[in-house]
Every structure is written in C-alpha cells, then in structure tokens.
C-alpha cells in the first residue's frame, strides 16, 4: 500500500510564490509517474502536471503552464510542485497522486493540501 502526504498548502497574495510537497511511502516511487490534480469549490478536479519516473519528462496542464514546475527526488520519495505568479483562479485543494502503470489514471492519492491566493 502506498501513502502519500501533501505539505505546503498556504494563504498567499497574488504574485507570491508556493511550493508544494508531496511524500510517498512504498518502494515503488521511483517507476511510477507522480503527479499534481487540484479541485476548486464547485469544479471538476482539473489536471495540473505530472512528471515521469526518472523526472525527464514533464507536462503541464494549460492553466499553470509557464508559472508552475513539477519536480521529483527520488531518494526522499516526494515529488514537488513550485508555484509561482499565483492568480485568485489557482485556489484549490491540490491532490498529490502516484498514476497507474503505463496509464493516465491516478492509483492513489493523498488526502489535499488548501492552497488560497487572496487579489
């Protein structure tokens, strides 16, 4: 069984910048893609960026692109998201997941860190 836990939720400003956490347990962090979904008040969870195993290959969700990066360290198992140019429109829950093998279905996932960026 796999466990994730998300750290870095906060109150920001617009134009502040964040940096999420995202800690897995298991042996398995490393063959696996990670990624980032994130789910608004009264919307559909939305894709944010995943990243592949080895951390070379990234993608991003046309909301955050140019503004959030997704990054991983395999050796402390947690895969990151940095934030920055914040907007009131990236307040969220944002949902750590580790995706099924070779598919675009998240297998697990972690229980939501709040992120509120104030205009």
């Known amino acids: 069984q796999v466990q994730l836990v998300e750290s870095g939720g906060g109150l920001v400003q617009a134009g502040d910048s964040l940096r999420l956490s995202c800690a897995a347990s298991g042996r398995t962090f490393s063959s696996r893609h990670m990624g980032w979904f994130r789910q608004a008040p009264g919307k559909e969870r939305e894709f944010v960026a995943r990243?592949?195993?080895?951390?070379?290959?990234?993608y991003y969700g046309d909301s955050v692109k140019g503004r959030f990066t997704i990054s991983r360290d395999n050796a402390k198992n947690t895969v990151y998201l940095q934030m920055n140019s914040l907007k009131p429109e990236d307040t969220a829950v944002y949902y750590c997941?580790?995706?099924?093998?070779?598919?675009?279905?998240?297998?697990?996932w972690g229980q939501g860190t709040q992120v509120t960026v104030s205009s």
């Open positions: 997941t580790m995706f099924r093998l070779g598919t675009t279905v998240g297998d697990y």
């Open positions: 990243i592949s195993g080895g951390g070379g290959n990234t």
